[in-house]
């Protein structure tokens, strides 16, 4: 099982403010999922980054891939109350693997 | 936009109950899969499906369970007797490709509850 550890577990700011969360592991992985999860929802795919050191950017929302592909980060510039929300990475090992790994998610609170 | 639908949300049984689970994924993609989550825990990989067959299963995907795709649009996941820790949400969700290339889409997942 290839473990994906994210931190913090929860994270509380104000309006305004920036955060940033984070997605580690010993492993590689082929690519790297961030998704979101409302309550009782499923996860919702934000964004698939594939190659090291690749940088996507989602409105308010910035992703990296780190270099030796085992980490990441997402980034939120001004969070905003509606940003609130569980975010879950979730990796693939290889183009022939079925399966993704998850991270145990940030829970996200944004106070107005 | 396309999207995966699962079907019930929210199901209670007694233990030792059969279940089936129903989703319908995207209807162009090409690969499946149910996840599940307990209360309070990761999202965790069941099984995938290609082309007809299991591609992939976990340690948690035993002789209990079962998935089928018996018409061109549905695709069921079959607990044969459930126990009390199946209790979890289970996700269908469906990808174009596979693993590290394809992007999965998840329904809204179905509540299991067993008493």
């Known amino acids: 099982t290839q473990l994906l550890e994210q931190s913090p577990q929860f994270l509380s700011i104000q309006e305004g403010e920036n955060l940033t969360v984070y997605c580690n592991s010993s492993?590689?992985?082929?690519?790297l999922q961030w998704y979101r999860q409302e309550p009782g929802e499923g996860p919702v795919l934000l964004v698939t980054?594939?190659?090291?050191?690749e940088v996507k950017k989602l409105k308010r929302l910035t992703f990296q891939f780190g270099d030796a592909r085992k980490d990441s980060s997402l980034h939120i510039t001004a969070a905003q109350p509606g940003d609130t929300g569980l975010y879950l990475c979730?990796?693939?090992?290889?183009?022939?693997?079925?399966?993704?790994?998850f991270g145990a998610g940030t829970t996200v609170t944004v106070r107005a | 936009e396309p999207e995966v639908t699962q079907t019930p949300s929210h199901q209670v049984t007694q233990m030792g109950q059969e279940v089936i689970l129903r989703c319908v994924p995207i209807s162009n993609h090409l690969y499946f899969y149910w996840y599940r989550q307990i209360l309070g825990q990761k999202v965790e990989f069941l099984v995938s499906f290609y082309n007809n067959e299991i591609s992939e299963k976990s340690e948690i995907f035993d002789d209990q369970f079962s998935v089928e795709r018996p018409d061109g649009s549905n695709f069921t996941l079959k607990i044969r007797s459930t126990k009390l820790e199946d209790s979890a949400m289970y996700f269908c969700?469906?990808?174009?490709?596979?693993?590290?290339?394809?992007?999965?889409?998840f329904g809204e997942g179905s509540r299991l509850t067993v008493l």
């Open positions: 969700a469906s990808s174009e490709g596979t693993g590290g290339a394809g992007e999965l889409f």
């Open positions: 492993s590689v992985f082929s690519s």
């Open positions: 979730a990796g693939g090992i290889s183009s022939n693997d079925y399966k993704l790994s």
């Open positions: 980054v594939v190659t090291g050191g």
